[in-house]
């Protein structure tokens, strides 16, 4: 009796005990949606119909991402119009694309941009012409518009359960670590100030524009953490936000990223961190740079061989929408896809591309949007912020598509989630299989933690998978030379991505893009004013 | 007889640690100092348990079955007075908060003396059974365990999910059930059957009725949060809103704050509207943002040749509430009915996004910047988008917070509207209910104060005109930055201007 009596005393406490937990409310609605894979993946296994008509054209640029749209932007405002800008997706903008819903617009991809310094001066010159930089675009600081900077509070991180303000992990550190954070940002902050005899600084941002001082280019061959390692940095804060730095803007943990991008990312700019931002991340800086482009832009065009002649070069483009294919004939080429499908696509391809381009690689990213019938709440420390970073998390946080709202009553909201798949490539590849449903179970479970009652705020998770969105700037890959024949370019074909700075960033697509047109309108003889 | 009497041990440390923690909550949710409370309640409640052990040495019982008689009343007690401990000082506090702290520790005495006597009977009934060493480790290992399961559980599960009232009778009803299994258990080997039963009936009884009317007793407790009579309680999607009426005066609280009384509201609203729209003598169009008690709109009505009034606010309760109470219809003069008037409700700043029109005369009567949600209310993208709804002669009054409590903050108003291309006006008044409160005018003109006040006033006369504008030193002008979106300086500021004087 005793026994019996027992096991039904404890199960029924158990019972009890997990009523709560295990009574999981069934996975909202969503979709989940990538890059065109389908398309993309038959250039492994080209069967495409032959081309059925051709059509002439001074310059063809192949991609319409920030690299493709910048290449057109500039070319348009130099009076060039005869360019044609071939997409394969449905619409143009690369990683800086958009979806909206009943709620609220929502990125699907890259959604900030830190305030540029002066040596970004195409970035500065798109801003102006956007109305969003006000005045001087080559003053040290200009002014911006309030609407797309960062409304505060801008960012707050989640550790040992309690909200803390801003990004440097400070809850519960002792001084010693802190003094770890000071000396390393006293030394980044001389490394801002910093200028070397040709006037450039050590990291400049596009990074052409750096210091080329030996010293500095070795922190190419080793990586951020052993850096951080060799000069006494200890402070795991300093590890954590290092290793963050690095997933966040290049997809790669600090023990994969080479020391010179990752104190590139510390010491390329002088804002205080302020970023520019808006609902829709920065599909509005990319439909900013297509409005140029506008009525010359073919969407769903699969470019899928380049054959580089004499005078001109073919490019054959098959029309998903149309099942058929066209020939563009070009006088001039600008290549702004990533540089991985070179080998696929360029009929002939020099060997030194080939050779630079071995042992590349792509870091693949998971964005989830989650619609929610009400901003979470917060249960100990700093209100809802736009960036929200939880410290114990493979995932890098969530950012509120509704914070630049004008707007004060509460209400529905979208977040955006972000992984990127830093891990090595096989369980990355596993982990890239993974369904909506598997992807939305494990967004669920690292957002629980803060926010326990997300299972019943949330009303759609919707995921977007890109499996090749950023370069890696894995150690050697930035100052290696691998990225010199790209650079150069040649007669009749310039490269113009982000991918030639070896780093995925906004400003360094833009400027390729720009350096690019800019090389294509010297040959075509037209006459333009340098944005550059 | 052994393992249930275990069980028990588990159950009943759990209850024991959950009633300490309650009321430590309870005590730091009510009195603040969180250290203080949690470290004053642990302490005297481990100091009781200390007394109730040694007063079992007095429990005398001839038998084990004596023993177990006295378990059980025990149980039941403990359940009783724990179960009910978090409603009871709840309401208490409400009622009076100077016996609060007797009460609070006199009930974790008591509950800890009780809880104290548990452990020692339970050891003293399963002596006969269990060799000693074996007793005094499973004891007190079931005893430990218990304390562990709870302290994790009350954070995690039950203070979140289920408050601290409802946390409390749970505990209790365990409690309560531990006497009544033991009951049944041994019922063969205790006398005093149907006593005990109706005891364990009694008390389970009451806990169920306490889990049903915990929501009830919340509201009967925030009734006595109030020393006014509530003539009108509810909550909208946006905030709680209550009338109280004592004797001839009537008040709003939103979310516990005093938002009026009917003795001083037209000092405030005479202030916010009149030196203004006096001013504006062709003002015909006049938007109201905020101001859904139509305080404001009574005002503005009294000028004949304002022919159109919007009124912009959030809360549709809010608007219904003041349109439609015979008694709020009488403090606005049944404005809101006015067939000038038209009722928009609607997010300000969305509603002045999606709008093309313009007015000669804003009222922006918004509450104080206390979060950056309403932050985003005072600041330079939302004047700026303000401006894009004023005529070029119109002008703007604005609410401004205490140029005494919160200076900087107010000052910070004053220098966010210039900020945004505005020439300012910065004027108060003295409203007992408030005490000193700060109002700005702003327009794309130099502000001049008007001759005369053309409609009946209390308060804002033609010679009390000029005392408005004029700042002594304790209030002067300080200097302040703007309030932007980017930076929200405003919340800030005011928090700390605001925590400053609620600590005195």
């Known amino acids: 009796m005793d026994r019996r009596d027992f096991l039904v005393a404890t199960s029924s406490a158990a019972a009890l005990a997990a009523c709560g937990a295990n009574a999981l409310p069934p996975l909202p609605p969503g979709v989940l949606t990538g890059a065109n894979e389908v398309l993309g993946h038959r250039l492994r296994q080209p069967d495409f119909p032959a081309p059925t008509e051709t059509r002439k054209v001074s310059v063809a640029i192949v991609g319409g991402g920030i690299g493709g749209l910048s290449a057109a932007w500039k070319l348009a405002r130099s009076g060039c119009d005869d360019f044609l800008l071939l997409e394969m997706e449905r619409e143009a903008g690369g990683n800086s694309r958009s979806a909206t819903n009943e709620v609220s617009a929502y990125p699907l991809g890259a959604h900030y941009l830190p305030l540029p310094p002066r040596e970004a001066r195409a970035t500065r010159a798109l801003l102006a012409e956007l109305g969003v930089l006000q005045g ?181 483009v098959y029309l998903a929408a149309e099942s058929r294919s066209i020939r563009i004939i070009s006088r001039e080429l600008i290549w702004a896809a990533p540089l991985f499908l070179l080998p696929r696509v360029f009929a002939n391809p020099p060997p030194q591309w080939l050779e630079a381009l071995r042992g590349a690689e792509y870091a693949p990213w998971i964005v989830a949007n989650l619609t929610l019938k009400e901003a979470p709440g917060t249960r100990a420390g700093q209100p809802l912020a736009w960036d929200n970073v939880l410290h114990d998390s493979a995932a890098l946080g969530y950012v509120v598509a509704t914070h630049q709202a004008l707007r004060y009553a509460p209400g529905p909201t979208v977040i955006t989630w972000y992984r990127a798949l830093h891990e090595e490539s096989a369980s990355r590849g596993r982990r890239l299989l993974l369904d909506r449903a598997g992807w939305a179970n494990e967004v669920l479970a690292d957002l629980s933690r803060p926010h326990p009652e997300i299972r019943e705020l949330v009303t759609r998770i919707d995921v977007h998978r890109h499996a090749h969105a950023m370069i890696r700037p894995l150690p050697g890959r930035l100052w290696g030379g691998h990225r010199t024949p790209f650079e150069q370019g040649r007669a009749g074909v310039q490269f113009a991505h982000a991918d030639v700075s070896g780093l995925s960033l906004f400003e360094e697509a833009n400027y390729r893009g720009v350096l690019a047109a800019e090389r294509t309108l010297r040959r075509l003889g037209v006459s333009f004013a340098s944005s550059l | 007889m052994q393992r249930p009497l275990l069980v028990s041990v588990f159950i009943v440390a759990s209850c024991g640690l959950a009633y300490e923690l309650i009321a430590g909550a309870l005590a730091s949710y009510l009195l603040g100092d969180s250290v203080t409370q949690f470290s004053t309640v642990i302490g005297a409640y481990l100091f009781a348990m200390g007394i ?113 009232v409802r946390s409390a009778l749970l505990f209790g009803l365990l409690n309560a059930l531990v006497a009544a299994w033991a009951l049944w258990l041994f019922r063969e080997r205790i006398g005093q059957l149907a006593a005990l039963r109706t005891q364990c009936v009694v008390v389970i009884g009451l806990l169920l009725l306490g889990f049903g009317f915990a929501g009830q007793f919340v509201s009967l407790a925030e009734a006595n949060l109030y020393n006014e009579d509530i003539v009108h309680a509810e909550s909208s999607p946006y905030q709680r809103l209550v009338v109280t009426r004592y004797r001839d005066e009537t008040r709003l609280y939103l979310n516990h704050n005093l938002q009026f009384s009917s003795r001083d509201e037209y000092r405030y609203h005479e202030a916010l509207v009149h030196p203004g729209l006096a001013a504006l003598p062709g003002a015909r169009r006049v938007l109201v943002l905020g101001g859904g008690d139509g305080m404001a709109v009574r005002e503005i009505l009294k000028y004949p040749q304002v022919d159109s009034i919007v009124l912009v606010d959030l809360d549709p309760r809010m608007t219904e509430l003041f349109a439609r109470s015979p008694l709020l219809r009488e403090l606005n003069g049944n404005a809101l009915a006015s067939s000038k008037l038209t009722i928009v409700n609607a997010d300000a700043l969305q509603w002045l996004e999606a709008s093309t029109e313009t007015f000669d005369f804003v009222v922006a009567d918004f509450p104080d910047p206390s979060n950056y949600s309403l932050g985003k209310l005072y600041s330079t993208a939302f004047y700026r988008l303000l401006k894009q709804h004023v005529a070029e002669t119109g002008m703007v009054a604005i609410q401004a917070t205490s140029p005494m409590y919160a200076r900087q903050s107010y000052w910070t108003v004053v220098a966010t509207l210039e900020a945004a291309g505005w020439r300012t006006a910065p004027y108060h008044a003295l409203v007992p209910s408030f005490g000193e409160w700060g109002f700005i005018l702003a327009g794309k003109r130099e502000y001049r104060p008007p001759a005369g006040i053309p409609v009946a006033t209390r308060f804002v006369t033609p010679d009390a005109l000029p005392a408005l504008f004029h700042f002594p030193p304790d209030m002067a002008r300080v200097a302040a930055e703007p309030n932007r979106l980017d930076n929200q300086n405003l919340v800030r500021i005011f928090e700390r201007e605001w925590g400053r004087v609620q600590a005195h």
Not at chain 1, 153 to 158: A, C, D, I, S
Not at chain 1, 164 to 178: H, I, Y
Not at chain 1, 198 to 215: H, I, K, T, W
Not at chain 2, 58 to 68: K, T, W
């Open chain 2, 52 to 164: 109730g052990s040694w007063l079992s040495k007095y429990v005398a019982a001839a038998s084990v079955s004596g023993l177990l008689v006295r378990f059980i009343q025990i149980e039941l007690l403990v359940g009783l007075l724990g179960g009910l401990s978090a409603g009871l000082l709840f309401l208490l506090f409400t009622l009076h908060a100077g016996p609060f702290r007797f009460a609070l520790y006199g009930l974790v005495l008591l509950i800890g003396i009780l809880v104290g006597l548990e452990i020692p009977l339970i050891m003293r009934i399963l002596k006969s059974e269990v060799e000693f060493k074996d007793l005094v480790a499973k004891v007190l290992s079931f005893d430990y365990i218990g304390a562990l399961a709870v302290s994790l559980l009350f954070p995690l599960l039950l203070a979140p999910h289920l408050g601290l």
């Open chain 1, 136 to 316: 001087d675009p080559d003053a040290a600081h200009p002014t911006y518009d309030e609407k797309y900077l960062c409304h505060a509070p801008q960012e707050r991180l989640y550790t040992s359960g309690y909200w803390q303000d801003g990004l440097w992990p400070t809850l519960g550190v002792p001084a010693a670590e802190r003094a770890h954070y000071a000396r390393f940002q006293d030394f980044i902050g001389e490394l801002r100030q910093r200028r070397d005899g040709a006037g450039r600084r050590p990291f400049a941002l596009p990074l052409a524009l750096s210091s080329r001082e030996p010293q500095l280019r070795a922190l190419d061959r080793t990586t951020m953490r052993d850096w951080l390692l060799a000069q006494g940095y200890t402070a795991p804060g300093l590890h954590w936000l290092a290793d963050y730095a690095c997933r966040d803007d290049y997809g790669t943990s600090a023990a994969q990223t080479s020391a010179w991008a990752g104190l590139h990312y510390f010491a390329c700019r002088d804002g205080d961190g302020q970023v520019l931002t808006a609902p829709e991340g920065n599909a509005w800086l990319a439909r900013g740079l297509a409005r140029a482009a506008a009525g010359r832009v073919q969407q769903n065009a699969l470019v899928f061989r380049v054959e580089q002649r004499k005078t001109d070069t073919v490019c054959d």
